[in-house]
C-alpha cells in the first residue's frame, strides 16, 4: 500500500470522534479483513481458539493487519496482510483471548517466578524480563511468552495457536490474553493512537 493510501486510512481514523467505540463496534459485531464475507468460517474458527484453550468459553478475537487488511504498527502502518505464498512469507495473525480466568492463571504463574528469582538473587533487581511485564499486567494484558516456559498455560496457547494456524491453512499465530474486553479494547486504541500520532506529526 502506497504512502498517500496509507494517509487516507490514517485520516479516516483520526475523523473518528471516538476511536474506543469503533473499537467496540468493530471487535464485537464485525468480521474480520480476512474472512470477508464468510461468516461461518469466522466462527469455526473461533470454536477451534475455544476449544484449543478448554475450560470455559473465553472471548476469542483476530485483531492487527487480520482484522482490517492493513499493518496499524508505527513502522508499518498500513502495509498489506500478506496471504500464504506471497514472496515475503505470510502475515501472522495476533490472537485477543479475553478470559479472566486465564489472566488469572497467567498472572499467577509470572508471580510465583517473580518470588522465586528473589529467593535466587536476594534483593536486587529482578530480570528484566519481569520489570516489563507488571506493566501489562496492570493494564490487564499477559504476553504468554513472558510466562514460564514450562508453566500448563503456555502449553494451551501453543495448542491454540496451532489449531488457527491449521484453520487459516499456514498463517502462523500469535496470542495475548486480556483480562477484560475493555482492556483488549484500551490496548488496542492505545496502540492506534500513538501510530496516528507519529503519521500526524509527519
Known amino acids: 500500500m502506497d504512502t498517500a493510501t496509507a494517509a487516507v486510512i490514517a485520516n479516516d481514523f483520526v475523523n473518528e470522534r471516538n476511536l474506543r467505540g469503533y473499537f467496540e463496534r468493530r471487535l464485537r459485531s464485525a468480521r474480520p479483513w480476512l474472512f470477508g464475507d464468510d461468516t461461518s468460517a469466522f466462527r469455526a474458527w473461533q470454536i477451534a481458539i475455544r476449544s484449543a484453550l478448554g475450560k470455559g468459553s473465553p472471548g476469542v478475537y483476530l485483531v492487527g493487519s487480520s482484522m482490517f487488511g492493513?499493518?496499524?504498527k508505527p513502522l508499518a502502518f498500513g502495509r498489506p496482510f500478506r496471504e500464504v505464498g506471497h514472496s515475503e512469507g505470510p502475515s501472522?495473525?495476533?490472537?485477543?483471548?479475553v478470559d479472566a480466568n486465564?489472566?488469572?492463571?497467567?498472572?499467577?504463574?509470572?508471580?510465583d517466578y517473580s518470588?522465586?528469582?528473589?529467593?535466587?538473587?536476594?534483593?536486587?533487581?529482578?530480570p528484566a524480563q519481569i520489570q516489563v511485564v507488571r506493566n501489562g499486567i496492570y493494564w490487564g494484558h499477559v504476553t504468554?511468552?513472558?510466562?514460564?516456559?514450562?508453566?500448563?498455560?503456555?502449553?494451551?496457547?501453543?495448542t491454540a495457536c496451532a489449531a488457527s494456524e491449521r484453520e487459516l491453512s499456514g498463517h502462523p499465530a500469535t496470542a495475548r490474553i486480556?483480562?477484560?474486553?475493555?482492556?483488549?479494547v484500551g490496548y488496542q486504541t492505545d496502540g492506534l493512537s500513538r501510530t496516528l500520532r507519529g503519521i500526524m506529526r509527519e
Open 115 to 126: 518470588r522465586f528469582a528473589r529467593a535466587e538473587i536476594g534483593h536486587g533487581r529482578l
Open 102 to 111: 486465564l489472566f488469572t492463571v497467567a498472572w499467577n504463574h509470572i508471580v
Open 144 to 158: 504468554p511468552r513472558d510466562v514460564p516456559s514450562s508453566s500448563e498455560i503456555v502449553g494451551r496457547v501453543r
Open 92 to 97: 501472522d495473525v495476533d490472537i485477543a483471548v
Open 178 to 184: 486480556y483480562r477484560r474486553f475493555t482492556d483488549l
Open 70 to 72: 492493513i499493518s496499524l
